[in-house]
């Protein structure tokens, strides 16, 4: 459940207490090894409460995913592509770090793949679903942008924590940035 900020006290403390044990369950377990049961017992709750609120725990993730997406999303919002592909790069990252240990771990782990995917996917139809070009001359053309947007900036940043951080944040963006735009202006071009 996804809180808007108008629900009782309870509701947003027992939501919080969900949302922090399943942040310090991803940081000490892996996915696959997590369970209602170990959520709810450290987040002090039993599990008709947790059900109240997520039909499962890949619900529970899945609102994860959208809350990253949507902070990202309104980062972004305002930029053009795919002139500001660039900056839309460089925020990823920047948002990327800012978000810690946690984020990492969901966007990179094996066990997490499906959603660093999902969010990916889903960050590059929303911002680049009115983009059109006269050099997209069908949806295949376009799909096959999609489809290396989606996956490019990803594993890049995948690949970058992988190498544990071992280029300084700053030359990673002009790095990646560099790679993703000259890879889209030679494919419109093209």
């Given amino acids: 459940m996804i809180l808007k900020g108008n629900e009782d006290l309870r509701i947003k403390k027992t939501i919080t207490n969900i949302h922090q044990a399943f942040v310090d369950m991803i940081l000490k377990t892996d996915y696959s090894k997590i369970t209602v049961k170990s959520i709810?017992?450290?987040?002090?709750?039993?599990?008709?409460t947790f059900y109240s609120y997520y039909e499962t725990l890949d619900n529970l993730l899945l609102e994860m995913q959208e809350i990253m997406l949507q902070e990202y999303t309104e980062m972004v919002k305002d930029y053009k592509v795919p002139e500001d592909l660039y900056k839309i790069n460089e925020e990823f990252f920047k948002y990327s770090?800012?978000?810690?240990?946690?984020?990492?771990?969901?966007?990179?782990?094996?066990?997490?793949?499906?959603?660093?995917?999902n969010v990916a996917g889903n960050f590059v139809e929303s911002v680049w679903g009115n983009f059109s070009s006269k050099n997209l001359k069908d949806k295949y053309r376009q799909n096959l942008l999609y489809c290396f947007l989606s996956n490019i900036g990803l594993e890049l940043y995948r690949q970058w924590v992988f190498d544990k951080k071992q280029i300084p944040i700053e030359e990673v963006i002009k790095l990646s940035g560099e790679l993703l735009c000259n890879g889209v202006n030679g494919f419109l071009k093209g």
């Fill in 97 to 117: 770090v800012s978000k810690g240990e946690v984020y990492e771990k969901i966007m990179c782990s094996e066990s997490y793949s499906f959603v660093g995917k």
């Fill in 40 to 48: 709810c017992d450290k987040a002090m709750i039993n599990k008709k």
